[in-house]
Each structure stands twice: as C-alpha cells, then as structure tokens.
C-alpha cells in the first residue's frame, strides 16, 4: 500500500545472526517477515556496507517480498536501489534534492526524503513519502538528538503541496492514533518491528494490524 502505514527500517545490530550467511540472511529473513506480516515498506539501511554487498542483500529481499504488497527501499543509494531493481529509494535529510534524483533515475522509483524542523521543504519536493522526525526521543538516537515533537510534526504535514508524512522516532503503538492526528500517513522505526519480529510471526503480524488499524481510522476520515 501507497503512501505506507508502516515501513520498517533495518539495522542487522538487532537482529540474531545465525548459520552461514550471518548477517545478510538474518537481514533477508526480517525482511521476509515483515512482508508476511503485512508491513507496506522496509528500508535498507547498512550505512556502512559498501554498494556491492547492499546490492547483493537488496536484490535477495526484493525476492523475499515478491508476491506481497510490501515495498523495498534502499537507503540513499539511488543506483544500488536500481540495479537491484528494488522499489525506492530513501534519502537522507542531508542528501541530494528529491528532483535531482527524480530527473537522473526511472519515474518507477519511489523516492522518500528525511526532514526534520527547519529543512527546506523545496528539498522535499517531488518525494512520494517524506519522513518526519525524531517525533519523541528514542532509543535508537543519541540522547543528545533534538526531538521534534508533535506541533512540528503538524506544521510539517500542513505545508501546501507537501507529500504523505510518515513520523519516526520513539513511536509505538500506543502513540500511533497522536501522530495520526497530527497528520501523518504511517509510522516508521527500528525498535517496535525488530522487538515483535523477536516473539514470533503471531505477534509480529498482531502489531502490524495494530498500526494499520489505526490508520484506517484515517483513511475512512478522509
């Protein structure tokens, strides 16, 4: 589903490496579960990975969700995202303008930009999704990262012309129907899907409709 309730943002730190392939099969068999689950997007995000190992990962997750909704984004590398033939790309609040990219790579590209308080919504321009953030504090964060907090979430989302915002930052279930109300389309994190995955497909899939649910309410609104 486009724009998405729920994109899932990878971080092999946190998942349970085991057998031969390590880290990338742990990090294809996330991906695989949050496609099961229902979840509309998953980030790739290995910052320190070089191209050719993200390629390789990305191209066996893009196979990992064939045949389900869910979507496959890689972070910032456009190119990778490409070769890989993934979804999308998601680009850092730091990174390129939304229409550069637009203009170098195939209109089938989903493109998704990082803003935070104070950006310049003309570098978000053009962006199938924008994420807003850090909307509460989190644990994935340094403890020194400004929080954002709801009024900016709102004042973000209200901009004339300005893409679905989905939040992140220290969001759970329990704030889902706040950032709803705020303006926002989904949610995106590390923590709430890594610690559902951890108990078990039943429990994974259980908080996934959690958060939809929540956004149908907003959808059914509008």
Do not use: Y
């Not at 869910?70 to 998601?90: I, Q, T």
């Not at 935070?116 to 807003?132: I, K, L, Q, T, Y």
């Not at 929080?147 to 709102?154: K, N, Q, Y």
């Not at 409709?209 to 309410?217: C, G, I, N, P, Y």
Request: with cysteine; hydrophobic share 50%.
């Amino acid at each position: 589903m486009w724009p998405p309730r729920s994109v899932a943002i990878t971080d092999r730190r946190h998942l349970a490496a085991r057998g031969d392939g390590g880290e990338d099969d742990a990090l294809v068999a996330f991906v695989a579960a949050m496609a099961t689950a229902g979840v509309d997007a998953v980030q790739v995000r290995e910052r320190d990975w070089p191209d050719a190992r993200v390629l390789r990962v990305t191209r066996a997750a893009v196979s990992a969700v064939r045949g389900s909704a869910c979507r496959v984004l890689v972070n910032e590398r456009a190119h990778v995202a490409v070769a890989a033939a993934a979804h999308g790309v998601h680009l850092r609040g730091t990174g390129m303008p939304v229409r550069r990219v637009r203009s170098a790579w195939p209109e089938r590209l989903l493109i998704g930009r990082s803003v935070h308080p104070g950006d310049d919504d003309a570098d978000a321009a053009g962006a199938d999704m924008v994420m807003f953030g850090t909307v509460f504090a989190s644990g994935s964060k340094a403890a020194d990262t400004q929080v954002a907090g709801l009024p900016a979430l709102t004042a973000w989302a209200d901009r004339p012309g300005m893409a679905p915002v989905v939040a992140i930052g220290g969001i759970g279930v329990d704030r889902c129907a706040a950032v709803r109300d705020a303006g926002a389309c989904g949610i995106a994190g590390i923590g709430l899907f890594v610690q559902a995955w951890q108990q078990g497909p039943s429990a994974l899939a259980a908080v996934v409709r959690e958060v939809h649910a929540v956004f149908r309410d907003r959808e059914r609104a509008e």
